[in-house]
């Protein structure tokens, strides 16, 4: 997969399973290129506005979204970074 293709995977994947308000996701995988465990997946930060996560702790958030890439996580996903709201919640929203 591209750079480009796990970002659409990753942005489809969470659209499907949590239904969000909005998602950015931020390809970082250049600043940890070289670093030992790098592996072969990319480096991903995830900002995600769902109600799905209304009354979940954060470890239960977390949970909903790795659940959502689970399949490609170790391989195309090496790690991802999360920020996960509720639109209540949202800073800017």
Do not use: C, W
Request: proline share 4%; glycine share 10%; hydrophobic share 35%.
């Amino acid at each position: 997969m591209t750079p480009e293709e796990r970002v659409a995977f990753i942005r489809t994947r969470l659209e499907a399973a949590l239904s969000p308000r909005s998602v950015a996701i931020k390809d970082e995988s250049a600043r940890h290129a070289g670093h030992s465990g790098h592996g072969g997946g990319g480096h991903y930060q995830v900002t995600i506005v769902a109600e799905a996560f209304a009354g979940k702790s954060r470890i239960e958030r977390h949970r909903l979204v790795y659940g959502a890439v689970d399949e490609a996580m170790g391989n195309e996903i090496h790690a991802l970074s999360i920020k996960a709201y509720t639109p209540q919640e949202y800073p800017e929203g």
